[in-house]
C-alpha cells in the first residue's frame, strides 16, 4: 500500500486534518468566567447576600438570563447607570433597555425579582394588625416606592382591626408631582368597606421631607374621611433617603 510522506497509510478512513483543532496534548481551556460564576455561588450559600457587593449580587440574577458569557462588565455598567442593586430591579423596563447588552430576558428576571420583594413585604404587611407591625409597613412601602422614578400616590385600606384590605396605587404622575383628589380617594374607601387608611406617596428626588402641598392635602383628605367614620393613620412619604410620617413629624 502507498505510504503518504508522514509514513500514514493513505487508505479512504483517515479523516481530514481540522485546521481548528486544538494542538494533540491541549484540551481546550473552560471559559474562565465558569470558574468565577461557581465562586461567586459558593460565597452566596456561604456568607449570604449581605457579603455581596451590590453587583455581584446583580450578577448572580444575570447569570439566569446569560447562560455563556461574563456579566461582571454589565452589572457594572447597570450600577453605573442607575445607582444601586435596588434602583436596577425598580428601573423602568425601557431605561434598562437603553444599557448595551440588556435584552428582554434580562429585563424579565430583573422584574421578576423586583415583584417578588413587593410581594414578600406585602405579605408580611398582611399578616399581623398593621399598628402593630409597623416595620413591614415601611419595607414594603420602600419596596414598592422608594425608587420609582416618578410620583405615584398608594392608599393601604384597613378594616376595622387595622388588617391591610388591600394595598392600590391611585395615581401616577411625573417627577414631581401626582394629582390627588380627596374625595376619590374616601369614595374607594367606602367602596372597599376600610374603616381606616395610610396614605403613602414617593418623591423621586430621595428627600422624604413633606412639602406643604403634601400636608394640606393630607388634612384634606382627613377633613372628608373623617365625618363619614374613616380614619387616616398617617400619610408616609418615602425616598432613596429614608422616609417620612406626617403623623410622626406631628404634621397632622
Known amino acids: 500500500m502507498a505510504r503518504n510522506p508522514s509514513g500514514r497509510s493513505g487508505g479512504r478512513d483517515d479523516p481530514p486534518a481540522d485546521p481548528l483543532a486544538a494542538p494533540a ?52 455598567a447597570l450600577i453605573d447607570r442607575f445607582g444601586s442593586f435596588a434602583e436596577v430591579v425598580t428601573a423602568p423596563p425601557g431605561r434598562l433597555r437603553e444599557v448595551k447588552g440588556v435584552g428582554e430576558a434580562i429585563v424579565t428576571e430583573l422584574k421578576l425579582i423586583g415583584a417578588a420583594v413587593e410581594r414578600v413585604t406585602r405579605g408580611q404587611v398582611r399578616a399581623r394588625p398593621v399598628l402593630s407591625s409597623w416595620s413591614a409597613v415601611i419595607a414594603h412601602c420602600r419596596a414598592s416606592m422608594a425608587f420609582v422614578e416618578q410620583e405615584q400616590f398608594r392608599i393601604l385600606f384597613l378594616d376595622k382591626r387595622n388588617q391591610l384590605i388591600l394595598d392600590e396605587v391611585q395615581q401616577r404622575g411625573t417627577v414631581d408631582h401626582t ?74
Do not use: C, W
Request: charged share 30%; hydrophobic share 45%.
Open 179 to 252: 394629582p390627588v383628589y380627596p374625595r376619590e380617594v374616601v369614595k374607594r374607601a367606602l367602596e372597599v368597606a376600610a374603616s381606616a387608611i395610610i396614605l403613602v406617596h414617593n418623591h423621586p428626588s430621595g428627600d422624604p421631607t413633606p412639602s406643604n402641598a403634601d400636608i394640606q392635602m393630607t388634612k384634606t383628605i382627613i377633613d372628608v374621611a373623617k365625618p363619614l367614620g374613616i380614619e387616616v393613620h398617617d400619610h408616609i412619604i418615602v425616598g432613596k433617603d429614608g422616609h417620612a410620617s406626617l403623623r410622626g413629624l406631628r404634621l397632622i
Open 25 to 76: 496534548g491541549f484540551a481546550e481551556a473552560e471559559p474562565h468566567f465558569l470558574g468565577h460564576r461557581e465562586r461567586l455561588r459558593e460565597r452566596f450559600r456561604k456568607a449570604g447576600g449581605e457579603a455581596l457587593p451590590d453587583y455581584e449580587l446583580l450578577e448572580l440574577v444575570l447569570f439566569r438570563a446569560v447562560v455563556r458569557a461574563d456579566v461582571k462588565p454589565l452589572a457594572k
